[in-house]
């Protein structure tokens, strides 16, 4: 197993490029189940969450090739693949996002058996609005055996809420989409995830030959089509890539420049920055972020888009304990994601966690410890804690990293961090 090790105290200066977005890739590649011939996505990155939603659209009969510009080429022979339709346990227990198959497979294939995924670290994580949704357009669902199991004719389009205890869902609203495009009429949804990824996989499958209407507004419109097709895409780059970023050249008062940004999806995570006391400038696809000493605590509550995301919390957490003052952080979306304040206050931070809340005072200087990674996001934060820290971290069970960040070491590395992988 590969394990981080940080000597903190380096300045980061310079230039990254962001990838695409993981989080669009995602359900854009479950989609390539819908069409009918080869479409080719450009932008994806090259991570182990891709290689698992890769090994199980191999499974369903797709074909994947990634070629040297990093675009990938995915094909389905329907004819050939139509009694596929499982996504089995080994593969869906590496990678929760693998429950996106089960949209397509259900009005494409009138079968689908896609393992349940359970909990995770960051929380409960139920799928009660996917399977909602899809029941609501018509197909028979169980859920027994550790299997959500669905069975159709065509699809039927009706009007339904996704609305739940923590707002809506991102990959639930892919999931009823994807059902919904090839459904017989008109679908609305009401309380649709307007995140970024979610309009990213709207308009790759409008390019495809799909009706959908309202994209990044909370109510979707999809009229049914009977057939979609292959198409070239590029997908979005990943905001949340960005963001992380943005805080390594924070947390080490850097100054750095990200390329191929969109900055409107990063408006709160911009205001925040500015807010803490950092100077962004965004000009085009590229943002720049200037750090300084005089840094000011903040409160962060996160919310769906085009509120914080939650998947920025760790990394902001990591910020503002070297802030000096009172931060308060809320959690909306998954109340119990703060398994990294545990190891944060290992490293010396001072944050006390009450119920979603976590109040973080700054702390002169964090210090260099071996710390273990709970889960991406969480990891993140861990790295960039161990940019500033006093000596050397050593952070643990990277695999959870590795998900989601392409060569995050390497990249650091060329922005001046001394951050190194090592073998344990
Ligand atoms: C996606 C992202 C993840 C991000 C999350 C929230 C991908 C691959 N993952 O996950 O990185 O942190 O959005 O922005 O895109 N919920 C229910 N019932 C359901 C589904 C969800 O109650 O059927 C709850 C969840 O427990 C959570 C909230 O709704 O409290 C939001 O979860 P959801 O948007 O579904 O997260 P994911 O789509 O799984």
Partial sequence: MDKIVIEGGHRLEGTVRINGAKNAALPIMAACLLLNGPSRIKGIPNIDDIHTLSKILENLGGQI????????????????????????????????????????????????????????????????????????LGAQIDTTEGYI?????????????????????????????????????????????????????ARFLN???????????????????RELHGVDY???PDRIEAGTFMIAGAITRGNITLENVKSEHLTAVIDKLKEIGLEIISVGNTVSVKGN??????????????????DMQAQFMALLCTVEGKSIITEKIFPDRFMHAAELRRMGADIRVEGSCAVIKGVPF???????????????????????????????????????????EERLSKLGAVVKRVDE
């Fill in 234 to 236: 590029e997908i979005i």
């Fill in 149 to 201: 199991t669905a069975s159709a004719d065509r699809l039927k389009g009706t009007e339904l809420s996704l609305k739940g205890e923590h707002g809506t869902t991102v990959l639930g609203t892919c999931n009823v989409m994807t059902a919904a495009v090839l459904a017989e009429g008109t679908t609305i949804i009401e309380d649709a995830a307007r995140e970024p990824e979610v309009q990213d996989l």
């Fill in 366 to 408: 964090l210090s260099g410890t071996n710390v273990q990674v709970s889960d991406l996001r969480a990891g993140a934060g861990l790295v960039l804690a161990g940019l500033v820290a006093k000596d050397v971290t050593h952070v643990h069970r990277i695999y959870h990293l590795d998900r989601g960040y392409e060569r995050l």
């Fill in 207 to 225: 390019k495809a030959g799909a009706k959908i209407t309202g994209i990044g507004e909370s109510t979707l419109t999809i009229e049914g089509v």
């Fill in 65 to 136: 090739k990634r070629n040297t510009d990093g675009t990938l080429e995915i094909t389905f022979m329907d004819r050939e693949n139509q009694d596929k339709f499982t996504a089995p346990y080994e593969l869906v227990s590496k990678m929760r996002a693998s429950i996106c198959v089960l949209g397509p497979l259900i009005t494409k294939r009138h079968k689908a058996k896609v393992s349940y995924p359970g909990g995770c670290v960051i929380g409960q994580r139920p799928v009660d609005l996917h399977i909602k949704g899809i029941k609501a």
């Fill in 293 to 310: 000493n005089l840094y000011h605590p903040i409160d962060i509550t996160t919310m769906p888009y085009p509120g914080m995301p939650t």
